[in-house]
Each structure stands twice: as C-alpha cells, then as structure tokens.
C-alpha cells in the first residue's frame, strides 16, 4: 500500500495550493478519504473527508468555505484546494484512508484511520 500527498510548499497569506494524493496496493473507491492537519505543537485532526462516490463533502468550520476536497477514482487520486490561506494554515496535511465507505463515525478522529501518507508541509507567510 502506498498514500503520498504532493503540493505542499510555501504560500503568502491570501495565497492558494493544491495537494494532491495519490494511492495504490489497495481498492481506492471502497473507502472514504481524509485530510488530517498537524499544525507546530499540535496534534493532527481531520479538516476535510470525501466519500467513496465523491459526494456530500464534509469540512470543519475552520476551512469551510476555502478548502476544497474532491477525488479522481480512476486515477486513485485525492485533491485538496486551498484558498485563502493565512497562517493559522500551516502544517503537514496528511492523505489518510479511513475505514469506512461515508464519511462517518467521527471521520476526523486518528483512530479511523487505516492508511496514513507521510505529509506535506504547507507554510503560510505573512
């Protein structure tokens, strides 16, 4: 199995970026998908999910209406765009495979995770 995330770099506030993941070793259209966020000091949390079909996206309040989560099943390909970024934004973002096809059962917790990719970092600067 393998999940790398790519895209990260570094963004003035105001800026955009688009992550991507990419997966294999695995049946990618069976499993909902999630970006985590680890900021400095922090612990990682779950910001966006997507289910298998692609539909019905979910985001916490904090990137509601700037992030943007979509996927590409035929290509095994997971997106993140992100808008209107500042600097409460940076972190390493994370692909994660979750065990379960909706985004559901508290997707943003760690512990539903079945797959992690190794992060990209994303540095805002003022």
């Known amino acids: 199995v393998q999940v790398a995330e790519s895209g990260g770099g570094l963004v003035q506030t105001g800026g955009s970026l688009r992550l991507s993941c990419s997966a294999s070793?695995?049946?990618?259209?069976?499993?909902?998908m999630v970006w985590f966020r680890q900021i400095p000091g922090g612990e990682r949390e779950g910001i966006s999910c997507i289910n298998w079909k692609g539909i019905t996206p979910q985001y916490v309040d904090s990137v509601k209406g700037r992030f943007n989560i979509s996927r590409d099943n035929a290509k095994s390909t997971l997106y993140l765009q992100m808008n209107s970024l500042d600097s409460e934004d940076t972190g390493t973002y994370y692909c994660a495979v979750i065990r379960t096809a909706y985004c559901v059962d508290e997707w943003w917790d760690p512990r539903r995770v079945k797959y992690w990719g190794q992060g990209t970092q994303v540095t805002v600067s003022s």
């Open positions: 070793g695995f049946s990618f259209d069976d499993y909902s």
